[in-house]
């Protein structure tokens, strides 16, 4: 399939058209395509940003004259597809671009890297079902030079998000975590055990054998609950 986004007569469209595509693509309004949400007078659309597909699912941000805008669509019967959620990215100062989208499958999450002329890099991230922002990461000043990242990519095996940051002509690699304790409880307990601890996290693998490590280096087997 051939993925796209683009305007025609100031219409913004989006979706993905299966190949070989013998249809016009440029001609008019292709009836393939959808309509995006989200660029209408006054919030017109000025680039397709970035794309990133994940299962059934093709999420699109979109530079906006004010600020930005996520959609997410969705495969539905045969070929057919449709918008099912869109929402501006909090945060976003106007004239702001999009220089890298990344999607995490177990989390859920999509990492959005934008850049301001003149400023570090901010690396958002987004539920990608509800499209709410639940974190965001802003880069820093180094004497004259700023943090901008590069490039990333989500390493699932290690649970890690790797970014290459370039400041100056030095490149740097950051290693963030993708997994993270949400909630413990009780958050109080015996010392001399005994007490059934709950531990709530997100973006955590099952592999087989799960430790607690309490203060002291002391282990003791957990039990794995859920997904």
């Excluded at 683009?6 to 219409?11: I, K, P, T």
């Excluded at 393939?32 to 007078?41: R, T, V």
Aim: charged share 15%; aromatic share 6%.
């Amino acid at each position: 399939e051939l993925l796209l986004a683009g305007a025609f007569q100031g219409e913004w469209q989006g979706g993905a058209l299966p190949l070989p595509y013998t249809g016009a693509i440029t001609a008019r309004l292709n009836p393939a395509l959808y309509a995006m949400p989200g660029c209408s007078e006054g919030l017109a659309c000025l680039v397709a940003g970035d794309i990133a597909v994940l299962h059934d699912t093709i999420l699109f941000v979109l530079e906006r004259v004010s600020g930005m805008y996520i959609v997410s669509t969705h495969r539905g019967s045969g070929s057919h597809w449709g918008v099912v959620a869109s929402a501006p990215i909090a945060g976003v100062a106007s004239g702001s671009r999009v220089m890298q989208l990344a999607l995490d499958p177990l989390m859920g999450a999509a990492f959005v890297v934008t850049t301001l002329e003149g400023d570090p890099s901010v690396l958002h991230k987004i539920n990608i079902s509800s499209l709410e922002a639940f974190g965001v990461l802003r880069l820093e000043r180094r004497g004259l030079h700023l943090e901008l990242i590069k490039s990333m990519q989500v390493d699932e095996a290690r649970r890690q998000l790797q970014v290459v940051i370039g400041v100056g002509r030095q490149p740097l690699l950051l290693k963030l975590l993708l997994f993270a304790v949400r909630s413990i409880h009780p958050e109080v307990a015996d010392a001399q055990g005994g007490t059934e601890i709950q531990i709530t996290g997100e973006g955590m693998v099952d592999f087989g054998t799960s430790m607690c490590q309490f203060h002291g280096g002391l282990l003791d087997p957990a039990s794995w609950v859920g997904p």
